[in-house]
T-cell receptor
Framework: QKEVEQDPGPLSVPEGAIVSLNCTYS??????FMWYRQYSRKGPELLMY????GNKEDGRFTAQVDKSSKYISLFIRDSQPSDSATYLC???????????FGPGTRLSVLP | GAVVSQHPSWVICKSGTSVKIECRSL??????MFWYRQFPKQSLMLMAT?????????EQGVEKDKFLINHASLTLSTLTVTSAHPEDSSFYIC?????????FGEGSWLTVV
């Protein structure tokens, strides 16, 4: 079993839809969780950062962490074509160290 | 957010030559930087962890003599691909660690012909 699993997609949704992106993990010691967005041929861009369980909201983006289920989610409201990218989850046990990345989910938002 | 600059963005080199890629943290000091490789439609593969003032730590299967990493200052790490071959053609990305997260550079496309 991989340490972090993520559906690679591609996930296609119409413009304006609510998008749900998810990662599951096996290491219960992970405490720090991040979501990155990567456009084609670009480096990943940090979207959201959360610690431990709970929700965090930033504009159209909401990150959820459920440590009991070892499951994290990123929700995108009112999705736009410009949201089309690959979304990577990442997590770590230690403060700022040893990040483990998921393989990424490719999202296409169709106009 | 923090900015990490990577240069060059694109590079083409002849087989057998060496090429250097720079990674700079522009508005923060990074004691630790990371180098990744990414093939098309695949995830990031960590190659090595670069620590300022000390030798890099390479992941299993990564040739340290082929991928030379130098972290000479708190804001600069370099990756040199030595004696490049076509199979080294890939997207190379660096990242730099702040207190509790990491920020990525824009990546460098290397094509070896």
């Amino acid at each position: 079993q991989k340490e972090v699993e993520q559906d690679p997609g591609p996930l296609s949704v119409p413009e304006g839809a609510i998008v749900s992106l998810n990662c599951t993990y096996s290491n219960s010691a992970f405490q720090y969780f991040m979501w990155y967005r990567q456009y084609s041929r670009k480096g990943p861009e940090l979207l959201m950062y959360t610690y431990s369980s709970g929700n965090k909201e930033d504009g159209r983006f909401t990150a959820q962490v459920d440590k009991s289920s070892k499951y994290i989610s990123l929700f995108i409201r009112d999705s736009q074509p410009s949201d089309s990218a690959t979304y990577l989850c990442a997590m770590s046990v230690d403060y700022g160290q040893n990040f483990v990345f998921g393989p990424g989910t490719r999202l296409s938002v169709l106009p | 957010g923090a900015v990490v600059s990577q240069h060059p963005s694109w590079v083409i080199c002849k087989s057998g030559t060496s090429v250097k890629i720079e990674c700079r943290s522009l508005d923060f000091q990074a004691t630790t930087m990371f180098w990744y490789r990414q093939f098309p439609k695949q995830s990031l593969m960590l190659m090595a962890t670069s620590n300022e003032g000390s030798k890099a730590t390479y992941e299993q299967g990564v040739e340290k003599d082929k991928f030379l990493i130098n972290h000479a200052s708190l804001t600069l790490s370099t990756l040199t691909v030595t004696s490049a071959h076509p199979e080294d053609s890939s997207f190379y990305i660096c990242s730099a660690k702040t207190r509790n997260t990491i920020y990525f550079g824009e990546g460098s496309w290397l094509t070896v012909v």
